[in-house]
């Protein structure tokens, strides 16, 4: 049984920042990409940004290049999204996902958290 688990959300104001964390347990995730998704209301899901277990490669949507950055504590089992400089429009649901392969497709994941909210204020 996989489990992935986010926490760390919270509201926070415009420019400030946040770090969420998500615990991987159930089965060996050293072959896997971790990935960071968002919804906000009345949006598809998004991809943020991904990374894998045994390599420093990360990837990153565009809208929050040098804002937000994905790492991970394998002896933790653990990856972390920090957010810098968060703007009203990051405003989401954040899911952290596991699947074999980097894919900016949510649809191609197949393991998924439960989501944490994260709201920034204007």
């Known amino acids: 049984q996989v489990h992935l688990v986010e926490s760390g959300g919270g509201l926070v104001q415009a420019g400030g920042s946040l770090r969420l964390s998500c615990a991987a347990s159930?089965?060996?995730?050293?072959?896997?990409?971790m990935g960071w998704f968002r919804q906000a209301p009345g949006k598809e899901r998004e991809f943020v940004a991904a990374?894998?277990?045994?390599?420093?490669?990360?990837y990153y949507a565009d809208s929050v290049k040098g804002r937000f950055t994905i790492s991970r504590d394998n002896a933790k089992n653990t990856v972390y999204l920090q957010m810098n400089s968060l703007k009203p429009e990051d405003t989401a649901v954040y899911y952290c996902a596991a699947n074999l392969y980097y894919r900016a497709n949510p649809d191609e994941y197949d393991y998924w958290g439960q989501g944490t909210q994260v709201t920034v204020s204007s």
């Open positions: 159930g089965r060996t995730f050293t072959n896997y990409v």
């Open positions: 990374t894998r277990w045994t390599s420093a490669i990360t």
